[in-house]
């Protein structure tokens, strides 16, 4: 059976409650401007999906929509360091506006048909545990969970929902006033009269009433920020419909089943096998070692801007620098930032004076930033982007999986739309859309690019019909060549930029697209490649040579030693101990009561410096 996310509708469309705290750091207010990254209200006007052009030759009707969006703004990664008194500053707390409702369903199995399935909803609030030190207290200083959707991030996706209801339901309306209308009928996904008239029909032997069964996909990785996202999301493009369900099935909540796996080997971003697949791991090395990689770590900017780093921001502390984490959730809730940074889209006039531009010259906050996002991101476009191709793997076999069904060979040239799903909503990471955009193309994605705050990535399946005679496909020798996709990235057209499409065009061939992405989406070898697949050299594959092979293989011989010969040597030395201390009481018990004295528990010491895995 599988398990269901039930929207309620008696509270909000999503299962999020607010809560009146922290207001002041929402409103994009302290700082003269903002970083796109913030995706701040008037860049979200910018991400509406553009109509395809009146001048295409084609008449073309879409038939499926993949949209893969990065989570919206949240808490930090606690984990990460930032710079030096961060979270002891006023603004270093983080209380959150939004909560989490659960609910478990009632059903259980036997259960009959008039027997009590009443239910309750429970409001999830992280203030158990908010003592005045660490480890007593929240990792966020505050009742936000570490990495939680905040109110900035609700509301972008808000503006998500709402672009892509505009771009792909219809509801009957010509009047270009209407801004719940859509007057191209080449876009028109779902005519919002047929889903009103979708009266309970899709009802199953349990009770449950899925919404658009069989016809929407809602994916996710188990992370809060990534679930609430698509959930807002959902909830306001289908919103009415909504509504009108609920309505229609005498006040039964409409069921959307959310699809996700357990975080830690979930292949929607990317922990992937940059720590554990050799493959990945060699593919970073050829990167480092590139005469591109040397030429930026060496270059007197980089090194400048390492200088920052250590003596302004981490001020000698051996620690990793969090930087895209730790500024960008500053900036962009109107906390406080460094001095040093502290000069995003000033005027000249106001810095030309300061002590830091004279040691490190002006748009120090820009600068750095730059500098940090290629250092992350420039292995995923090395060499063909071979990493973000091992890295996306999984994923892109995942998205293919429900584009295949769309174009392969029909009955009568005629749409079954039950064969298929007709949107698919893929909620993840930056970590997500950074290697999925790269692996398509080299000249999609530019070293200094990064996923903003609710970033969408949108491939459309659009079908090519008969001019004049609407409804009825074209004759083709080959069935997905009568079909063309269109790739849109946070509102701007890219399928040009893509290797084989026609210049500046909105549609292509699917078999381009297929054609490049099925050469690595497998699911085999964990996102550790395809042998023989990614060439990095005439004659040397991503793979490991024999002679690693080899030196693997003495490598575990030689662990294997040792730990034997350590597990004798412990043995012999834990036998020792027992003895002296059976021979000495005294001593034992004057051991046990320091112990208890000190009041020391070193199981707590070992799972608070235990790492966390860490995904954006």
């Not at 207001?23 to 910018?46: K, V």
């Not at 809060?224 to 807002?232: C, I, N």
């Not at 959902?234 to 099935?249: D, I």
């Not at 039964?252 to 080997?265: G, L, M, W």
Request: aromatic share 10%; charged share 25%.
């Amino acid at each position: 059976m599988y398990a269901y996310f039930a929207i309620w509708l008696s509270t909000v469309l999503a299962s999020l409650n607010f809560l009146d705290v922290s207001a002041e750091f929402y409103s994009y207010q302290r700082y003269e401007a903002y970083p796109p990254y913030c995706s701040d209200i008037p860049e979200m006007a910018t991400r509406n999906i553009p109509p395809l052009p009146t001048s295409n030759n084609e008449n073309t009707q879409i038939v499926h929509v993949s949209a893969i969006i990065r989570h919206g703004a949240r808490t930090p990664i606690h984990t990460k360091h930032c710079f030096d008194g961060h979270w002891e500053n006023e603004d270093g707390i983080w209380d959150c506006q939004l909560t989490t409702l659960l609910s478990t369903r009632p059903y259980y199995e036997g259960q009959s048909d008039d027997e009590d399935k009443g239910s309750f909803l429970v409001e999830k609030i992280y203030d158990a545990f908010q003592g005045d030190e660490a480890p007593y207290r929240n990792r966020m200083n505050g009742t936000c969970q570490d990495g939680q959707l905040i109110k900035q991030g609700y509301d972008q996706q808000i503006s998500n929902g709402k672009h892509l209801r505009n771009a792909y339901l219809y509801d009957g309306s010509t009047s270009s006033s209407n801004s719940s209308s859509q007057v191209d009928p080449r876009l028109r996904l779902f005519d919002t009269s047929s889903l009103h008239n979708n009266k309970i029909n899709n009802n199953n032997d349990d009770g449950d009433y899925p919404f658009l069964n069989g016809k929407l996909r809602y994916r996710s990785d188990d992370d809060q920020r990534t679930l609430a996202s698509g959930q807002v999301l959902l909830s306001t493009m289908f919103g009415p419909e909504l509504l009108h369900y609920n309505k229609a099935h005498n006040g039964v909540n409409p069921i959307i089943t959310h699809h996700t796996a357990d975080r830690k080997v979930d292949i929607l971003s990317s922990v992937k096998g940059k720590f554990m697949c050799p493959t990945q791991k060699a593919a970073i090395s050829r990167s480092d070692e590139s005469e591109e990689y040397q030429a930026f770590i060496k270059s007197d900017e980089s090194v400048l801007m390492q200088q920052l780093i250590k003596d302004e921001l981490l001020r000698g502390a051996d620690v990793t620098f969090g930087a895209t984490d730790c500024l960008m959730s500053s900036i962009c809730t109107d906390r406080s930032l460094p001095d040093v940074i502290n000069d995003y889209k000033l005027e000249s006039s106001e810095v030309d004076d300061n002590q830091y531009t004279k040691k490190y010259g002006p748009n120090r906050f820009e600068r750095l930033m730059n500098y940090i996002i290629v250092n992350e991101t420039m292995a995923n476009r090395y060499n063909d982007s071979e990493l973000s191709k091992m890295d996306m793997g999984p994923f892109w076999n995942e998205i293919v999986d429900y584009i295949k069904p769309v174009i392969k060979e029909k009955k009568n040239d005629k749409i079954v739309e039950t064969d298929y799903v007709k949107f698919a909503l893929y909620s993840g990471h930056d970590s997500t859309i950074a290697p999925l955009m790269a692996s398509l193309s080299p000249n999609i994605w530019n070293n200094t690019n990064f996923p903003w705050y609710a970033s969408m990535m949108i491939i459309e399946i659009h079908e090519v019909i008969d001019e004049g005679i609407e409804g009825k496909s074209s004759t083709f020798n080959d069935p997905s060549s009568r079909y063309r996709f269109r790739l849109v990235y946070n509102g701007q057209v890219l399928t040009w930029l893509i290797e084989g499409c026609p210049e500046y065009s909105h549609l292509c061939n699917v078999s381009v697209l297929m054609n490049r992405v099925t050469q690595f989406a497998t699911r085999e070898h964990r996102g550790c490649g395809i042998e023989d697949e990614i060439i990095d050299s005439p004659g040397q594959s991503i793979f490991w040579s024999i002679s690693e092979q080899y030196a693997m293989n003495y490598g575990i011989m030689f662990w294997v030693i040792s730990m034997a010969i350590s597990f004798i040597i412990g043995s012999i030395l834990t036998c020792s101990i027992i003895h002296i201390c059976r021979c000495n009481p005294r001593r034992r018990q004057r051991d046990q009561s320091e112990l208890v004295s000190s009041g020391r528990d070193s199981s707590v010491e070992f799972m608070m410096n235990e790492p966390d895995v860490v995904i954006d």
